[in-house]
């Protein structure tokens, strides 16, 4: 069955560590998404890609680095420099033409 | 940009009928969209306007009315489990949803 993987499920970084979540689909998709979601909030768009070896900032992209070397991965790398990385991320995709995400089933990440 | 609004909760019983409303603001709008999320899960696709009017998909139906940025989402029959939220997002410049709004969480009482 096709869809979207992200790993870890849960995920602890210790202050100034980077750490980077896997997102791997295999829909066929062209657009990947990232999307922070803070408790009892909505999600905000940190980075899209809509074709391999290209990316965009969404609205909160500071401190946070993607890559798409392969239109099946969309790896999200938190830096140091995200101060409040405490959050759940979640990893979408969407073909170019098409309206409906398919959302992967995230991942919990939290600074100790 | 973006902006929307939809009500931060609802309240409904078992078998009503409950209309969750949504207004945005959004440049190069292409549709708007709707998700239900349960705590602790993903968001998972509901349904798609791009044109005004009502779509329907069984219990679930959702309006959009172009010309006042505005749509809703209607779920008939209540059931226990579809206390959950639920986000609409339009979809903008380049079909892309930038925000999903804060949503608004339906509680369904016996």
């Known amino acids: 069955d096709g869809g979207i993987t992200q790993s870890p499920k849960y995920l602890f970084r210790k202050e100034g560590q980077n750490v980077t979540l896997s997102c791997e689909q295999n829909l066929n998709h062209d657009a990947m998404y990232w999307y922070r979601q803070d408790p009892g909030q909505g999600l905000r768009l940190i980075y899209y890609s809509q074709i391999v070896n290209d990316f965009q900032k969404g609205d909160i992209a500071e401190g946070y680095s993607v890559s798409r070397e392969k239109k099946e991965s969309f790896p999200l790398t938190v830096t140091s420099a995200q101060k409040n990385p405490t959050a759940f991320y979640l990893c979408?995709?969407?073909?170019?033409?098409?309206?409906?995400?398919?959302f992967g089933s995230g991942t919990r990440l939290t600074v100790v | 940009g973006q902006s929307l609004e939809q009500p931060s909760e609802v309240t409904a019983v078992e078998g009503a009928i409950v209309q969750i409303n949504c207004t945005y603001q959004?440049?190069?709008?292409?549709?708007l969209s709707w998700y239900q999320q349960h705590d602790g899960g993903a968001p998972t696709f509901l349904s798609y306007?791009?044109?005004?009017g009502l779509e329907e998909t069984g219990r679930f139906s959702s309006f959009l009315s172009r010309s006042d940025s505005y749509g809703y989402l209607l779920l008939q029959e209540l059931q226990m489990k579809d206390s959950a939220s639920y986000f609409c997002?339009?979809?903008?410049?380049?079909?892309?949803?930038?925000?999903f709004g804060s949503g608004t969480r339906l509680q369904v009482q016996p």
């Open positions: 997002a339009p979809l903008g410049t380049g079909r892309r949803a930038l925000t």
């Open positions: 979408a995709s969407s073909p170019n033409q098409g309206y409906g995400y398919t």
């Open positions: 959004t440049s190069g709008f292409y549709g």
């Open positions: 306007n791009a044109l005004d």
